[in-house]
T-cell receptor, first 117, second 109 residues
């Protein structure tokens, strides 16, 4: 089935630095991808919709200048957390529409655990 | 968007059948019901989706009554590896994006 690869799986960065997270669709093209954030013991919160070749669409309350999304190709979307602060520490997950037998749902990446110190 | 309500947590034992019910009173005509499973520090995994009546696949069954205001995910003969959080999503078309609070299932030996 469709696989979404997310990298890195874990990252630790210092406050004030920027971190880039990559989300790749393997063996299929994804014109749209989605980014979620999940705090411990909480549910997933949709942050933004990444659109290939155009601007991302952000959910209400998500700062677009802080969470930069780029979808430069049909298989890659990136999320850059700029000027990270400890409160940005979270689990970030991307997803893409399922393919083939999974076309009724979404395929999710394995997530990126971001820790800002 | 239809709001979903699920029990916060459930406990079961290996070999038992587990039924997790989700309420979605405001479900729209074109909404589908989708369930995902999530293990700690992993992304969610699609389990099953349905529109009405009953859907069954190799891992679960989904029961949806005629009024579609609720749905029940049935996991037959659970094992320890089924310990996870289960999310019910309701949304337009076949692809819903909004996650509710989920149900934390703990399976005991």
């Amino acid at each position: 089935g469709a696989v979404v690869s997310q990298h890195p799986s874990r990252v630790i960065c210092k406050s004030g630095t920027s971190v880039k997270i990559e989300c790749r669709s393997l063996d299929f093209q994804a014109t749209t991808m989605f980014w979620y954030r999940q705090f411990p013991k909480q549910s997933l919160m949709l942050m933004a919709t990444s659109n290939e070749g155009s601007k991302a669409t952000y959910e209400q309350g998500v700062e677009k200048d802080k969470f930069l999304i780029n979808h430069a190709s049909l298989t890659l979307s990136t999320l850059t957390v700029t000027s990270a602060h400890p409160e940005d520490s979270s689990f970030y997950i991307c997803s893409a529409p399922g393919q083939g037998a999974d076309s009724v749902g979404y395929t999710f990446g394995s997530g990126t655990r971001l820790t800002v110190v | 968007l239809a709001k979903t309500t699920q029990p916060i947590s459930m406990d079961s034992y290996e070999g038992q059948e587990v039924n997790i019910t989700c309420s979605h009173n405001n479900i729209a005509t074109n909404d589908y019901i989708t369930w995902y499973q999530q293990f700690p520090s992993q992304g969610p995994r699609f389990i099953i989706q349905g529109y009405k009546t009953k859907v069954t696949n190799e891992v679960a069954s989904l029961f949806i009554p005629a009024d579609r205001k609720s749905s029940t995910l049935s996991l037959p003969r659970v094992s320890l590896s089924d310990t996870a959080v289960y999310y019910c999503l309701v949304g337009p078309g076949r692809r819903a994006l909004t996650f509710g609070s989920g149900t934390r299932l703990q399976v005991q030996p």
